[in-house]
């Protein structure tokens, strides 16, 4: 099976080199997960996603519900490192992959509070250069230096308390070797800075190295994508996902705002509009009322649904990433229209002495002027049979 480098998607920042990621696997390295960022990377159709660095304070961290959505598409998500380390510690028990030595930290509850992966880096031109040290690296290189035997227990402690009471934008080796001093003897500086003097691993970049090769092993795998568990999420996410996706077509990714944008200035706008919300509507109380759309009526009304469209197999996958949809959408909005289907065969027991089919027909047609329409060809055809007898 031939890869594509968007087979394998990659969240990266100060944690790991773009370059060296690539190195590691065919990957596409996207900058560190802003929310929605997710979600729109699902446009690319990967089989993986490695969510290793991510934003937060000043712009909307990567959202759960993104990570589950990615999950629920068939999406094997991965992460470590950083703010992957994080939702992976979160989100283990719905199957996100964590992955390296913090996120065991996490899960185990060594280290609790998310701010003990934060830095100050430089921006994207400089290649998101950490500028800092995070805490992270602090736990690790006291665990090491007191396996080197240059660090005790309360020498070791001593250090990490020091670098957590620094803020994570001024927290520098120099800043955390002054904030300890006071708690160290003069012969335990003395091993420190010896042994601080031949370098000390960061232990982030080795977690993202790690998890950049896990997300690349199992995309080397080749498993088939198998649909997670189904979820429904709330208006809310439902609303905000709308809004903040994107469309593919072709090459190009267009913004699902946008699209909305224009669609709301359309003429049939309106009608568009109320058709969906009946359809939702019915399908909505279909389900309070316990029908349920079998398997075979599905694949009914999926099949009839693409025979409208006239759209050949093989255009299928473009056809809907250009309507915003993947198979699991197609499957979602054919089950509205399986449901709703359902609630209008049963409408005369859905409603107190319920509308029978032929009163509906007649409602509508009385409405649209149907009516009109065929009684008068009824009575042309009366009058000209008159005539020729």
């Avoid at 989100?91 to 830095?119: M, N, P, Q, T």
């Avoid at 921006?123 to 690790?140: F, I, K």
């Avoid at 007649?362 to 055809?381: F, K, V």
Wanted: with cysteine; proline share 5%; charged share 30%.
């Amino acid at each position: 099976m031939k890869r594509r480098p968007d087979d394998l998607v990659v969240f990266l920042g100060p944690s790991l080199p773009a370059a060296e990621a690539r190195r590691i696997a065919p990957c596409t390295v996207l900058p560190p997960a802003r929310q929605g960022d997710v979600w729109r990377a699902l446009s690319l159709k990967p089989r993986a996603l490695v969510l290793v660095d991510g934003v937060f304070e000043a712009q909307p961290s990567v959202w759960h519900h993104e990570l589950l959505a990615a999950l629920e598409a068939g999406v094997a998500v991965f992460g470590g490192g950083s703010m992957g380390a994080l939702r992976a510690s979160e989100l283990s028990e719905h199957g996100v992959v964590g992955v390296g030595r913090i996120f065991g930290w996490y899960r185990d509850g060594v280290a609790v509070d998310d701010s003990e992966v934060a830095l100050l880096h430089a921006d994207a031109e400089h290649g998101w250069r950490p500028l800092t040290v995070p805490l992270v690296n602090v736990r690790h290189a006291a665990e090491l230096a007191s396996k080197s035997r240059v660090l005790g227990r309360a020498g070791a402690k001593a250090l990490v308390d020091a670098a957590a009471g620094i803020f994570y934008q001024e927290r520098t080796w120099p800043r955390i070797r002054e904030a300890v001093e006071p708690a160290w003897t003069r012969p335990v500086r003395e091993a420190w800075d010896a042994w601080f003097s031949g370098g000390v691993e960061d232990l982030k970049r080795l977690d993202a190295i790690e998890c950049v090769r896990a997300g690349a092993e199992f995309v080397s795998r080749a498993p088939p994508m198998q649909p997670g568990v189904r979820r429904n999420p709330s208006s809310l996410v439902r609303r905000r996902r709308l809004m903040e996706d994107v469309t593919r077509v072709g090459s190009r990714a267009v913004d699902s705002g946008r699209v909305m944008e224009l669609l709301r200035g359309a003429p049939d706008a309106e009608a568009w509009a109320e058709a969906g919300l009946r359809r939702t509507l019915l399908a909505g109380w279909a389900r309070s009322l316990g029908l349920d759309a079998t398997e075979e009526e599905l694949a009914a009304e999926e099949a009839a649904w693409w025979n409208e469209r006239k759209v050949r197999a093989s255009r299928r996958e473009a056809f809907l990433a250009a309507n915003g949809l993947d198979a699991l959408e197609l499957r979602r909005l054919c089950e509205a229209r399986a449901l709703e289907r359902l609630a209008l065969k049963h409408a005369s027991r859905l409603l107190p002495d319920g509308p029978s089919w032929d009163e509906a027909l007649a409602s509508e047609a009385r409405m649209g002027g149907q009516w009109e329409q065929a009684a008068r060809a009824l009575a042309e055809a009366d009058d000209a049979s008159d005539e020729g007898e």
